[in-house]
């Protein structure tokens, strides 16, 4: 049976995220946990829920409790959480939290993972947002799958916690990672007087590029075409920050390696 009504553990991003999600897909909102009043109170009232800042005060009317919180939330709140709420269905939202946290505390249990970079000043439809699922049982995952789809998730795939932790690591580095050249990017341009929106539509059109190239082909730029000349002036420019050059040097020599190795001829059988 599908669930008729959450509970939102936690009021940030991912979790604002889903709770619209989740009220677009037809199930009533009963709660809105989070440590901070202000926190509750806000993704309460947009959902027409009841803010609680005390776990011991989340009720057990329910069907499913949603945690979204920090990695290292997640453990400790399962231990006090699910204990009390015995037979409700579980589920976290993180990719590098293994589904055994749920482990001797919950029977009904399960993960859903956004594969997205989710913000609360933006808004995104969940068709958007590749949704990964693990779960304990096939009931639960037959659940979880059909509510994922619900959500409006266009996508929705199996993925064991090893798996998942894997997709997290490739999501750093394609979006925080990528995330923090902009801002020092951002702090170049700004330091010389230029506004950060000259750079739009540069990172537009790499972003853009993906959609037809690979990494591997879409890659331009000094390092990849070997002009030291040039790097040497950047790192020049760097001088007064050791930091922003070893950036520059580390990702310079890795995108090298990287073409160097793709220029390698492939052996052919003798």
Known sequence: M????????????????????????????VQVYSRTHASAQALAEQLGA??????????DTADIYVVALSDNAIPPTAQLLCPQHNGKLFVHTSGSVPLSVFKGVASRCGVLYPLQTLSRQRSISMSQVPLFVEAVGDDTRNTLFCLAENMGARQVEYASSEQRRKLHLSAVFAANFTNHCY??????MQKDGYDFSLLRPLIHETANKINILTPAEAQTGPASRND????QRH???LADSPKLQHIYTMLSDNIQAL??????????AE
């Open 228 to 231: 030291t000349d040039t790097m």
């Open 2 to 29: 599908q669930p008729q009504s959450f509970t939102m553990i936690g009021a940030g991003s991912v979790a604002t995220h889903f709770a619209r999600a989740l009220c677009q897909a037809g199930l009533r909102p």
């Open 183 to 188: 801002h020092i990017a951002q702090q170049l």
């Open 235 to 237: 790192l020049h420019m």
């Open 259 to 268: 073409r160097m190795h793709a220029d390698k001829p492939v052996p052919t």
């Open 50 to 59: 009841t803010p609680v800042t005390d776990l011991s005060a989340v009720d």
